[in-house]
């Protein structure tokens, strides 16, 4: 009462439900109800008990013929808890005969009081009667009702029989604008956070029509027992997202709900938000975002080809860190520089840098923290090149690598061959030459006396001068890389 038309497609999920209630052949009931679900309508209790048939019309303001799409309902499930007497948990699931193509509205969950508090502007639709007594409407009508508070309701039906439950009853009204009889079964629609409609009750009964004394009283769909009861009995796709960081695997799992025994049969999914459900299959897969941000990603449960059910939820991916090793470096062998992290990410969160300088991979374990370790090359031998890696982690534990080369260059030994000497002719001289080599490496020690004589390998050797003179004693170390140094000295040899 006091609606005004509804426009064609603004409420898709609205059906028109004809129901057959006498003995004679023929319906001879009008009732609304919701799409829930492709092949799911919800309605009232008290629109489907005692009932022996039912047709559905959905896709359609206008009721008078023709009307096309009609649906057969091959299932009802009226709520065990429903009381005639109360009309306490008056709510009923049909199954319709086929899918239908049209939008399902979404049922309000158990945690949405917020968006139904009273004075909250709810709105109502239906074919009911526009007034008291009257006709019924040929046309779709839509009106605002505002949500009345239980403690106000519950005064205004104090002296009624039944009471209205608070518990499983919620009102709506006020005095103008209400619905009225035909419009049972129908929607009362509350907008979410998200600013859509979504269902908070189905239109139950009232004492009379838009009467200022009494508000309209509506299945209370937010109470947690009527909730559960609707959320077991119709089919539905969610899912779990996984760790989302950009460039690495992010896993989905289906979380979809069908009340049928093996009720949904295969899974597909849009992980690239065109709108088509072709980028993975199966209930649980995954999918590796080049970028991070917001992205949409949609579920489609299958229960028979042609019959689904989706759903789109925004995953935000984490960008991962970029990170960088930096140039080649090289450290001489016994040698060590510090090594120099950078990396930056997306977010601007801080990183954490660990390196792995043991060269082995695959099995880099990063047991080096810090972004300026030192490399220290002690005992190694150069020439070599040695695999190197950095990883850099954000915060929310998404982490990047990247694998670096450090050239370890051979150094020549150090050569100390002694002082100066002076000695006599035709006597044994002794020399002995100190060499080391910040490597490994093993070293050779050649000596030449400068008289002619023939070079003469070893770290402590001995020598005859046959004449007087000055000589200049070289003695040459070479590492097993090729690395030599030369020393020299002087020895002055008297008769
Ligand atoms: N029981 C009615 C029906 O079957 C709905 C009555 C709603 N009454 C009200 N005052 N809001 O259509």
């Known amino acids: 009462m006091g609606g005004t038309p509804a426009s064609p497609g603004e409420y898709p999920a609205q059906g028109w439900?004809?129901?057959?209630?006498?003995?004679?052949?023929?319906f001879d009931a009008e009732c609304g109800g919701t799409l829930v679900a492709s092949r799911w309508f919800l309605t009232a209790a008290h629109c489907v008990v005692g009932a022996s048939a039912f047709t559905v019309l959905l896709g359609d303001t206008d009721v008078t013929e023709p009307n096309t799409d009609w649906y057969g309902v091959v299932g009802a499930q009226v709520n065990s808890a429903y009381n005639e007497i109360s009309q306490q948990n008056d709510v009923a699931m049909l199954k319709l005969s086929r899918p239908a193509?049209?939008?399902?509205?979404?049922?309000?969950?158990?945690?949405e009081s917020s968006s139904w508090a009273a004075g909250t502007v709810a709105r109502i639709i239906g074919w009911g009667t526009t007034e008291e007594g009257g006709n019924t409407s040929d046309v779709l009508l839509k009106a605002d009702v505002p949500i009345v508070a239980d403690s106000s309701c519950a005064n205004a039906y104090a002296l009624h029989?039944?009471?209205?439950?608070?518990?499983?009853?919620?009102?709506?009204?006020?005095?103008?604008?209400?619905?009225?009889?035909?419009?049972?079964?129908?929607?009362?629609?509350?907008?979410?956070?998200?600013?859509?409609?979504?269902?908070?009750?189905?239109?139950?009964?009232?004492?009379?029509?838009?009467?200022?004394?009494?508000?309209?009283?509506?299945?209370?769909?937010?109470?947690?027992?009527?909730?559960?009861w609707v959320a077991a009995h119709y089919p539905r796709a969610s899912f779990t997202v996984g760790a989302a960081n950009s460039g690495a695997p992010t896993n989905f799992t289906s979380t979809s709900f069908h009340p049928e025994p093996n009720g949904f049969v295969s899974f597909m999914w849009d992980f690239n938000g065109d709108g088509v459900y072709r980028d993975g299959a199966g209930a649980t897969t995954s999918w590796v975002f080049a970028d991070g941000g917001p992205h949409t990603v949609g579920l489609e449960a299958f229960s028979a080809p042609g019959d689904s059910q989706f759903v789109r939820q925004v995953v935000n991916v984490n960008w991962s860190p970029m990170v960088d090793a930096g140039p080649q470096r090289s450290v001489p062998e016994g040698g060590r520089i510090v090594l120099r992290a950078s990396g930056s990410d997306r977010e601007g969160q801080p990183l954490t840098y660990s390196w792995d300088l043991d060269g082995k991979p695959p099995?880099?374990?990063?047991?080096?923290?810090?972004?300026?370790?030192?490399?220290?090359?002690?005992?190694?031998?150069?020439?070599?090149k040695r695999a190197i890696s950095l990883q850099a982690c954000d915060p929310v534990g998404a982490c990047s690598r990247d694998s670096g080369v450090v050239r370890i260059t051979n150094v020549r030994p150090r050569v100390n061959a002694g002082p100066n000497r002076r000695v006599k002719r035709g006597t044994k001289v002794r020399f002995r030459v100190r060499a080391s080599d910040p490597g490994p490496d093993r070293l050779t020690a050649t000596w030449r006396f400068g008289d002619r004589t023939r070079p003469v390998r070893g770290f402590a050797v001995r020598h005859v001068f046959r004449r007087s003179g000055r000589y200049k004693v070289k003695v040459r170390v070479v590492d097993d890389d090729k690395g030599a140094r030369t020393d020299t000295l002087i020895v002055r040899v008297k008769r």
């Open 363 to 384: 099995e880099f374990d990063y047991k080096t923290p810090g972004p300026n370790p030192t490399y220290s090359a002690a005992r190694f031998d150069g020439p070599a």
């Open 17 to 26: 439900l004809l129901v057959d209630i006498d003995p004679t052949p023929g």
């Open 101 to 111: 193509p049209y939008q399902p509205l979404r049922v309000i969950g158990p945690n």
């Open 161 to 228: 029989a039944p009471p209205v439950d608070p518990n499983t009853m919620v009102c709506a009204g006020d005095g103008v604008h209400d619905t009225c009889q035909g419009d049972s079964g129908g929607p009362l629609m509350v907008r979410d956070a998200a600013g859509n409609w979504v269902l908070a009750g189905i239109t139950s009964w009232g004492e009379g029509c838009a009467r200022p004394e009494f508000p309209g009283v509506y299945t209370r769909l937010g109470s947690p027992a009527l909730n559960a």
